[in-house]
């Protein structure tokens, strides 16, 4: 059975780092795209980055320049790299296999991991 499974977020304050990382386990994992969403508090979810099996990488406008997706298939894991927070990154977030689609859709994803929470104070 597939899993995601998120690690890495807490509070940090405006201009820190921080990385995330999402183990995957019941796949191929190396043929496979993931993508990350986040959530803030009252809205919608949203795409944030996502990363094809060949290491493509697709980015919101929001993130552009300040997060950066990679893979490691040795160790099944995806990471979110994001430098330079800012209070609205504060979210919680969630990495997803691709499925099929636009990498930029909630439903061209299949299967969801339980979300990480990131606060960034100003």
């Known amino acids: 059975q597939v899993q995601l499974v998120e690690s890495g977020g807490g509070l940090v304050q405006a201009g820190d780092s921080l990385r995330l990382s999402c183990a995957v386990s019941g796949l191929p994992f190396s043929s496979y795209s993931t993508g990350w969403f986040r959530q803030a508090p009252g809205k919608e979810r949203e795409f944030v980055a996502g990363?094809?099996?060949?290491?493509?990488?697709y980015y919101a406008d929001s993130v552009q320049g300040r997060f950066t997706s990679s893979r490691d298939n040795a160790k099944n894991t995806v990471y979110l790299q994001m430098n330079s927070l800012k209070p609205e990154d504060t979210a919680v977030y969630y990495c997803a296999k691709y499925y099929s689609g636009s990498y930029y859709r909630l439903d061209s994803y299949d299967y969801w991991g339980q979300g990480t929470r990131v606060t960034v104070s100003s």
């Open positions: 990363i094809s099996w060949s290491g493509r990488t």
